[in-house]
């Protein structure tokens, strides 16, 4: 039975006068990719990965030892069948490709975190916890990488036309002496840079994913692209360190690479343990894109 009462509301009631109440905003809530690092946790991640790299060397000093023999024998390789024309876009295109051939100091490092050892033969067949996706992702960097080759053949052929490569010596001076040349290194660099972060943004911690977690290539890509945009002051300083170090190796004709590539993978590993520091880690799935069934 309803109420006959008519009398006023309590003065504390929202309603009260016929006011519509208040919206409040809702609380502000955590960003859970976002860990306010400085920018020298970069170099924290260094030393971690010298760190790595002196403990049990063998192993990590024959896998920079591998990567400095493919690169050398690669760059010989272009020079022998005529191709030196890629020279310039393949040494960029090997920051796209670089964290999937490092996938082994990955896992020498998370054996390293578990007191455990492990030789060369485990560093390099990984048996990574997403199986196939890992294979699916090395499909996609080559695939993104390829592309980059094809671009850059592109940018050549808008500002010097549709005319054989004209050799190394006659290059050099080509784009450093010449207007036109000096158009097309501006043009080129900014178009490299575009490729390399974007491929720095989604393979730096999706390789490092894949081999630990249960989850699919496409979201592997989103997710370490969200904690580099998250963590954009600290990644910034690590891909600076990154291409600084590359470019020493590139100018000690590679060798600097036996070194400074293992450095490289052990630190991405550490890099990956700060910023992907959650209990999903050891097993839980999170994907971006592909929901489980």
Not at 33 to 44: H, S, V
């Amino acid at each position: 039975m309803l109420s006959d009462r008519t009398d006023p509301p309590p003065p504390d009631n929202p309603h009260a006068g016929g006011m519509i109440p208040k919206v409040v905003p809702p609380l502000p809530r955590p960003n859970p990719r976002a860990r306010d690092l400085p920018g020298r946790t970069a170099f924290t991640w260094l030393r971690a990965g010298w760190s790595d790299l002196c403990t049990n060397p063998l192993p990590s000093l024959l896998y920079g030892f591998g990567v400095f023999v493919l690169s050398a024998f690669i760059v010989w390789g272009l020079f022998r069948f005529g191709y030196e024309y890629v020279l310039f876009p393949a040494l960029a295109g090997f920051l796209v490709v670089g964290p999937l051939i490092a996938s082994g100091l990955y896992e020498k490092s998370r054996h390293l975190e578990q007191n455990r050892r492990i030789g060369l033969a485990g560093m390099i067949f990984v048996k990574p916890r997403s199986s196939y996706q890992a294979l699916f992702m090395g499909v996609l960097l080559l695939g993104l990488f390829m592309l980059w080759q094809r671009s850059a053949v592109l940018i050549y052929a808008l500002f010097f036309g549709l005319v054989p490569f004209p050799g190394t010596d006659e290059l050099l001076p080509m784009l450093f002496l010449t207007p036109t040349g000096w158009a097309l290194l501006l043009t080129g660099s900014v178009v490299g840079a575009l490729f390399a972060a974007f491929a720095f943004a989604i393979s730096i911690f999706a390789v490092p994913m894949l081999l630990t977690e249960r989850t699919d290539a496409l979201s592997a890509l989103g997710i370490s692209m969200a904690m580099v945009w998250n963590n954009l002051a600290v990644m910034l300083a690590w891909g600076g360190v990154v291409l600084g170090l590359f470019l020493v190796s590139v100018a000690t004709a590679f060798v600097g690479l036996i070194v400074v590539f293992p450095v490289l993978g052990h630190a991405t590993w550490h890099a990956y343990r700060t910023i992907r520091a959650d209990d999903r880690q050891e097993g839980e799935t999170e994907r971006m894109f592909i929901r489980p069934a």
